[in-house]
T-cell receptor
């Protein structure tokens, strides 16, 4: 039973470019949440996807967008990258019909130069 | 929105001693409080959680307490070991599994 997986592991982009990060949830989970974790900080909630729709959103600009596919996997897209977008991007999956536990993937380290 | 405050930001203890990390939250509607351990370069891992209908929960050397009236919750680690060294995050969840994290506590256990 695979846990939460994310790709790519690392990514280097230039300011102004666009990036897409991918997440596959743990088997049996249908909800995916995305977090941004800057160095030395706690994860900050970006948004959550359930039934292929954005259900909750944190305080992030609309340069951050996402998508969920019928197989529950998800993508995070960031447009017009800024230096401040450099961070570890974590996805977490959970079961909407179960308890609240969220399980995190290993993250994608994004560096914007 | 929810605001979670966590302290201390760093904590050093001798091996075998206890460690306590405290958090407060602002949204009285929050009803689920997980704790995560994050080792350097790794993903956050859920180590224990507590729900609003419970005041205390224990799992071997780890315990959490919750005071809903005061909006406080704490993590207690007893008989600390070097492998407990990591960053610990508290979090509070309101509706729809939206989780707000604290800033983290870097715990160092000195052998």
């Amino acid at each position: 039973d695979a846990g939460v997986t994310q790709s790519p592991t690392h990514l280097i982009k230039t300011r102004g470019q666009q990036v897409t990060l991918r997440c596959s949830p743990k088997s049996g989970h249908d909800t995916v949440s995305w977090y941004q974790q800057a160095l030395g900080q706690g994860p900050q909630f970006i948004f959550q996807y359930y039934e292929e729709e954005e259900r909750q959103r944190g305080n992030f600009p609309d340069r951050f967008s996402g998508h969920q596919f019928p197989n529950y996997s998800s993508e995070l897209n960031v447009n017009a990258l800024l230096l401040g977008d450099s961070a570890l991007y974590l996805c977490a999956s959970s079961d909407s019909g179960g308890l609240n536990e969220q399980y995190f993937g290993p993250g994608t380290r994004l560096t914007v130069t | 929105g929810e605001n979670v405050e966590q302290h201390p930001s760093t904590l050093s203890v001798q091996e075998g001693d206890s460690a306590v990390i405290k958090c407060t939250y602002s949204d009285s509607a929050s009803n689920y409080f997980p704790w995560y351990k994050q080792e350097l370069g790794k993903r956050p891992q859920l180590i224990i959680d507590i729900r609003s209908n419970v005041g205390e929960k224990k799992d071997q050397r780890i315990a959490v307490t919750l005071n809903k009236t005061a909006k406080h919750f704490s993590l207690h680690i007893t008989e600390t070991q070097p492998e407990d060294s990591a960053v610990y995050f508290c979090a509070a969840e309101g509706g729809y599994q939206k989780v707000t994290f604290g800033i983290g506590t870097k715990l160092q256990v000195i052998p």
